[in-house]
């Protein structure tokens, strides 16, 4: 006697994450990896290995599966395979991310011409598609400038230059690809998390970001609430909305960075993903919403999991060094889990103004009370005493 599968069905390209929400949700999944890792391949229905540079190979395997047993949507939360999802999507004719949001979000300068023609508000740039066009560009521009990568996303992509040395060797690090230059926009930098679906876009939270002094500007830390009056987070939430709607935005969940100067708020990256390291969990936190799983509920036509908010406030620092070196911690603060580590005690780190350097772990306190978070923060960094030491070798 057979049994017929009535689970939705859905392809990802993605990771641990994703594929351990998918298991919750009781769906058929397909994983498209290349290959797909032996421990996440026995998690899945039915992992797929492909080559997802090959877009028509990728298609043509996929399209096999689809077509004996229809898929319900396609998606990815890595920035480089969003067009590809989304590109899988539109060929099989089922719900995904549309191409066109998938593209502009991929291609920085692509982004900045769709917006400002709509009359929202991106920093001024230029492209420099060869890479020694990008000094005559922050010339022109005044510096000083950020250069980075023209495709794909993350602070190691992204350099801030205040001279034209600088310039210069912001081009070396980042490689010989094409890259866009824009004028730095002074002013506060804050990360809206939303989730759209059918066209229509709902903010889940605001928070104000701090950033490392550069040159490459790592994620410092973030606190909610923003501290923004609600007149203004009303005003950034408009913004933000109808930014995604030009941008072609229709089901998808994503992750904003807006600075606000004199003049109002200017958009400085558009990701169509759940937010890195720990802030999504901070969302999760202060609204009820996992940003991962809606990402998969939105891909399957579903309503998104909504739970109760279980803090009000979050205070969020990255752990970072000021030099280069041998990183060491005290040990007994490490049970804590509000303390997260990239390395261990004896690992080589950078310093947080070194293009390559950022952070290397992650405090993060809720609560209700500023006064005690700031307490708690306080406690578990002189428990942990990060510090270098030399590197003699």
């Known amino acids: 006697m057979t049994t017929t599968d009535t689970r939705q069905s859905v392809a990802c390209i993605s990771g641990r994450r994703v594929v351990d929400v998918l298991g919750r949700l009781q769906v058929r999944s397909v994983f498209l990896a290349d290959p797909a890792p032996l421990d996440l391949a026995c998690l899945v229905d039915v992992p797929l290995d ?79 598609t060869d890479p020694e066009d990008a000094l005559p560009a922050a010339q022109r521009l005044g510096l000083p400038v950020v250069v980075k990568k023209l495709t794909g996303s993350g602070g190691r992509g992204s350099l801030l230059c205040h001279t034209a040395g600088d310039v210069a060797r912001a081009v070396a690090a980042l490689g010989p690809v094409p890259l866009i230059v824009e004028r730095y926009v002074l002013g506060a930098e804050y990360a809206i998390q939303t989730l759209t679906s059918h066209g229509t876009t709902e903010v889940v939270s605001i928070l104000a970001q701090h950033v490392g002094p550069g040159p490459r500007q790592a994620e410092t830390g973030y606190d909610f609430p923003s501290g923004l009056s609600a ?43 759940p937010p890195g390291g720990q802030l999504c969990a901070a969302t999760e936190r202060v609204s009820g919403i996992d940003l991962t799983r809606a990402a998969a509920e939105i891909a399957l036509g579903r309503n998104v999991t909504r739970g109760p908010a279980s803090a009000t406030r979050v205070l969020y620092r990255c752990v970072t060094f000021d030099s280069p070196g041998l990183a060491r911690f005290d040990a007994d603060s490490l049970a804590t889990p509000d303390l997260t580590l990239d390395v261990e005690s004896g690992d080589s780190v950078l310093g947080i103004t070194d293009p390559q350097g950022g952070s290397y772990g992650r405090i993060v306190v809720y609560g209700d ?16 005493r990060p510090r270098v030491e030399p590197d003699i070798l």
């Open 50 to 128: 492909v080559d997802l540079d090959d877009w028509a190979g990728t298609e043509a395997a996929l399209r096999w599966l689809h077509d004996s047993r229809p898929l319900d949507g396609v998606f990815s939360v890595y920035d480089a395979h969003l067009p590809l999802a989304s590109y899988l999507a539109a060929r099989l004719d089922t719900r995904g991310l549309a191409l066109s949001a998938a593209m502009n979000c991929h291609d920085k300068s692509r982004m900045r011409m769709v917006l400002a023609s709509a009359g929202i508000r991106v920093p001024d740039h230029l492209p420099a």
């Open 231 to 273: 007149a203004r987070e009303s005003e950034l939430a408009d913004f933000v909305t109808r930014a995604l709607a030009v941008l072609g935005f229709d089901h998808s969940v994503a992750h904003t960075q807006v600075r606000i100067d004199d003049e109002g708020p200017v958009l400085i990256n558009v990701a169509a993903r």
């Open 369 to 384: 009370d500023p006064a005690v978070l700031e307490n708690r923060y306080r406690s578990i960094l002189e428990s942990l």
